[in-house]
């Protein structure tokens, strides 16, 4: 139909299409595959001491890789944040002190918390629906998880006694004073807790505790919903101009 087809024939409704060199040249790629491997070293890498020297360089790429993916206006602000906080994650086992520590992991979660909100904000302002916004939307959300599960670790480093392990998970994974920011017990609850799964596993036990588990649950369901309504109203906004 005349009017209804771009150049190569292609109806204007239908959705771009999304190619591998598209998801390479994006912005956010780099960032979401550096969070795989964080996940999954934390996951399937047993050994205590490797486990840390994988995470915190993995931690180091990110950080670059936050640095050139956010705009030119805001990377001076994010550069004045990573120095900081890589070095901090760097030297956490220098110290065994309770306030050496809480410091270290409060920097690092404040960094991740920075990177997730300037993340989101970029996909919410994308005026159409490309490779990069939904790539961009797996990184907010993985990133949502792994800021909550470092909250939930600087918590448990404050208030060991803030959550509850099953016998079977204490001897699987183990269950001791946090070492890093990124305790996999932690991030594993995180991410059942934001998708809702709740295996019963772990169980908030203190106030503290239990008001972070509602929030992320509440964040969760909240940032699909608003995702969606998103994305729907930008293809439908595009579908009217065209």
């Given at each position: 139909m005349p009017g209804h087809s771009d150049a190569t024939g292609r109806p204007?409704?239908?959705?771009?299409?999304?190619?591998?060199?598209?998801?390479?040249?994006?912005?956010?790629?780099?960032?979401?595959?550096?969070?795989?491997?964080?996940?999954?070293?934390?996951?399937?890498?047993?050994?205590?001491?490797?486990?840390?020297?994988?995470?915190?360089?993995?931690?180091?790429?990110?950080?670059?890789?936050?640095?050139?993916?956010?705009?030119?206006?805001?990377?001076?602000?994010?550069?004045?944040?990573?120095?900081?906080?890589v070095a901090s994650h760097?030297?956490?086992?220098?110290?065994?002190?309770?306030?050496?520590?809480?410091?270290?992991?409060?920097?690092?979660?404040s960094f991740l918390v920075f990177v997730t909100f300037i993340i989101l904000i970029t996909v919410f302002r994308d005026e159409?629906?490309?490779?990069?916004?939904?790539?961009?939307?797996?990184?907010?959300?993985?990133?949502?998880?792994?800021?909550?599960?470092?909250?939930?670790?600087l918590l448990v480093l404050l208030s060991p006694d803030a959550f509850s392990v099953s016998p079977g998970l204490v001897a699987a994974a183990g269950w001791h004073a946090p070492q890093s920011v990124f305790m996999p017990l932690m991030e594993y609850y995180?991410?059942?807790?934001?998708?809702?799964?709740?295996?019963?596993?772990?169980?908030p036990i203190t106030a503290g505790a239990r008001l972070l588990s509602v929030l992320e649950g509440i964040t969760g369901q909240l940032y699909l919903a608003i995702l969606i309504a998103r994305l729907v109203g930008m293809h439908s906004a595009r579908l009217m101009k065209e």
């Open positions: 204007r409704w239908a959705p771009r299409r999304i190619t591998a060199a598209a998801l390479l040249r994006g912005r956010f790629t780099g960032l979401t595959v550096i969070l795989l491997v964080l996940l999954l070293s934390g996951t399937l890498v047993g050994e205590h001491r490797l486990r840390e020297v994988i995470v915190a360089f993995a931690f180091s790429v990110f950080s670059l890789f936050a640095i050139m993916a956010v705009g030119r206006r805001l990377r001076v602000a994010v550069i004045v944040l990573a120095i900081p906080t760097w030297t956490l086992q220098l110290s065994q002190s309770v306030a050496f520590r809480a410091l270290g992991f409060t920097l690092v979660s159409t629906v490309t490779a990069d916004t939904i790539v961009g939307s797996i990184c907010a959300y993985l990133l949502l998880a792994i800021s909550w599960g470092s909250w939930y670790t995180s991410f059942t807790t934001l998708t809702t799964l709740g295996y019963g596993d772990i169980t």
